[in-house]
């Protein structure tokens, strides 16, 4: 069983504050996603990794692939309160088989 | 235009019953899923269909039966519900690229928050 832990798990911070969260596996996946969920909705698509090493930026929000394609890390600058959500990664295993696993999730608040 | 919809979005039942939830995707998309996210909002993943044919089915309960008429359709009949199948059960669909490999992009359906008592 392919499992994906996210840390921390929960993270509540001031506005204009920088913060990383960690998506950690032992398992090697052929891309990995990060979502985010807001309350009483369903996970909406950030960014999809492909490439081991491959870093992406969506404005202040920066996504990086480890190189053996096992985790990942979504580092975001300068919070603001619209970035509160829960934050879901997300790997499709390399199996050639099409199951896209979800992480433990990180809930993030941040305070104006 | 709603890209994944679910109906219904909020269904109160009794233990014991019978209950469906259907979902509908206008993006054109081959592979659809359902996914059950429980009170931790752990999403996993239970059944998978490309192109109306079952691919993946986790190891979910026979009570759970989803069927999917066309690829633009998966709906999810739950039989002799439980309390412990009380959760939001998300459909959603994915894009298989005519180039290149499948990515596992998902595009979510607002939920269906099934309450069993």
């Known amino acids: 069983t392919q499992l994906l832990e996210q840390s921390p798990q929960f993270l509540s911070i001031q506005e204009g504050e920088n913060l990383t969260v960690y998506c950690n596996s032992s398992s090697v996946f052929s891309s990995l996603q990060w979502y985010r969920q807001e309350p009483g909705e369903g996970p909406v698509l950030l960014v999809t990794v492909v490439t081991g090493g491959e870093v992406k930026k969506l404005k202040r929000l920066t996504f990086q692939f480890g190189d053996a394609r096992k985790d990942s890390s979504l580092h975001i600058t300068a919070a603001q309160p619209g970035d509160t959500g829960l934050y879901l990664c997300?790997?499709?295993?390399?199996?050639?088989?099409?199951?896209?696993?979800f992480g433990t999730g990180t809930k993030l608040q941040v305070i104006p | 235009d709603t890209a994944v919809s679910q109906t219904p979005k909020y269904l109160v039942t009794q233990m014991g019953n019978d209950k469906s939830i259907k979902c509908e995707q206008n993006l054109g998309h081959d592979t659809m899923y359902w996914y059950k996210q429980d009170s931790k909002k752990f999403l996993k993943i239970m059944f998978s269909y490309n192109n109306k044919e079952l691919i993946i089915n986790e190891t979910v309960p026979n009570r759970f039966s989803p069927k999917s008429p066309d690829k633009a359709h998966l709906n999810l009949h739950i039989n002799s519900l439980e309390l412990g199948d009380s959760a939001v059960y998300f459909c959603a669909s994915s894009p298989y690229p005519d180039r290149g490999p499948y990515t596992g992009e998902l595009f979510f359906g607002e939920g269906s928050r099934l309450t069993v008592l």
């Open positions: 997300a790997g499709l295993n390399s199996g050639g088989y099409q199951k896209v696993t």
